[in-house]
């Protein structure tokens, strides 16, 4: 379950990217759409990493590297 809420916020946060290439290309940098798309991401990207750092935590994500 949680490998999959991770997944879907990776997913949404190449989907938040391309957008924002997408606004920065039709707008020409003009609107505030970049700057929503930009917040997005951000937003995304701080969700996924506290879903992952909360996995480590307790356990639900383990690492196979050896040191």
């Keep these: 379950?949680?490998?999959a809420a991770?997944?879907?916020?990776?997913?949404?946060t190449v989907a938040s990217l391309f957008s924002?290439?997408?606004?920065l290309v039709k707008d020409e940098g003009h609107g505030s759409r970049v700057v929503n798309?930009?917040?997005?991401r951000v937003i995304l990207a701080a969700l996924t990493l506290a879903l992952v750092?909360?996995?480590f935590y307790?356990?639900?994500?383990v690492t196979?590297?050896?040191f």
Excluded: H, P, R, Y
């Excluded at 307790?58 to 994500?61: F, N, V």
């Design 1 to 3: 379950m949680l490998k």
């Design 6 to 12: 991770i997944v879907v916020l990776l997913l949404a």
């Design 20 to 23: 924002g290439l997408f606004f």
């Design 37 to 40: 798309a930009l917040t997005v």
């Design 53 to 55: 750092a909360w996995g």
């Design 58 to 61: 307790s356990g639900q994500l």
């Design 64 to 66: 196979s590297a050896t």
